[in-house]
């Protein structure tokens, strides 16, 4: 018996624009392969920060814990390191601004991004879960109010800095999730929510080995939802998958727009845009 043609990636794209089309609502994960586009080393895996440097302590979090005023007194003094050279540099790629576009359009309710690179917040997404937080911003450890780092100016002469809410004065630290930290409660709230009410599940540049995000499109796929895997590489969701495109998200994703206008009847953004 004759196997199978697998489709093309332009076949995909198309099955992929008609899928997201028809769909009320449209979640999608999007992982470091996204960051790695912009220019951003990956952590893991061939060439990777972690695999050239090693992998940080463990029990970061309990070290913060142990003295977070220590803590802060580095973090204001180490001179930039190679990850924050790469993210001060850093710029949205077509792959971010079509996940905009998407959101624009109506299609894409919600993203769940495994990045703490700022960048989909700097392409404009509004509907966005960060789970592992955002090296750009600053939390509350007790009332888990957030602000962009610009926006919170430190004391040095009063470390650990203070939540400025009346009835709080938390200790407030470095938005991104630690080794050995719990995600904040409402981002994992959030994601279940919407991963409960979705009727299309979007993987884009996730290598799906990172839990808890890697088990909200596992979780959808239980239910029948349909998978669109956007990745130049296999994953552990690929055979879980209803559509697999198989090129890197600032290619795939554009194309992808422009085809979901086409089914929708809109015309085509301005040169420039998805």
């Known amino acids: 018996m004759r196997a199978m043609r697998e489709p093309t990636n332009d076949e995909a794209i198309e099955e992929a624009a008609a899928?997201?089309?028809?769909?009320?609502?449209?979640?999608?994960?999007?992982?470091?392969?996204?960051?790695k586009e912009s220019g951003i080393p990956t952590y893991r895996g061939e060439g990777g920060l972690w695999t050239r440097q090693g992998e940080p302590p463990r029990n970061m979090y309990q070290q913060f814990l142990q003295d977070p005023a220590d803590w802060w007194r580095q973090r204001l003094n180490e001179p930039p390191t190679e990850m924050a050279v790469a993210l001060e540099n850093a710029r949205p790629n077509p792959g971010?601004?079509?996940?905009?576009?998407l959101e624009t359009l109506g299609v894409l309710k919600h993203l769940i991004s495994q990045n703490v690179d700022n960048l989909h917040r700097r392409a404009g997404h509004t509907s966005l879960t960060e789970i592992h937080g955002n090296r750009q911003w600053l939390r509350c450890m007790m009332c888990g109010r957030r602000w962009p780092r610009l926006e919170f100016p430190v004391d040095v002469e009063a470390l650990p800095p203070r939540c400025p809410e009346a009835d709080c004065d938390g200790i407030v630290k470095s938005d991104t999730v630690m080794f050995g930290e719990p995600i904040p409660p409402d981002a994992l709230e959030r994601c279940a929510r919407e991963?409960?009410?979705?009727?299309?599940?979007?993987?884009?540049?996730?290598?799906?080995?990172?839990?808890?995000?890697?088990?909200?499109p596992q979780d959808a796929a239980r239910r029948g939802v349909p998978i669109i895997e956007v990745n130049p590489e296999q994953t552990p969701l690929t055979d879980l998958a209803t559509i697999v495109v198989r090129l890197p998200s600032g290619e795939a994703l554009p194309r992808i727009v422009r085809a979901v206008r086409r089914h929708l009847d809109l015309p085509l953004a301005p040169t420039g845009t998805p």
Do not use: I, K, N
Not at 96 to 101: D, I, N, T, Y
Not at 196 to 214: H, L, N, R
């Open 19 to 35: 899928l997201l089309a028809r769909a009320r609502h449209v979640v999608a994960l999007a992982g470091a392969g996204m960051s």
């Open 195 to 216: 991963t409960w009410v979705t009727d299309c599940f979007v993987t884009v540049g996730t290598s799906a080995v990172v839990y808890p995000a890697a088990q909200y």
């Open 96 to 101: 971010h601004l079509a996940l905009v576009e």
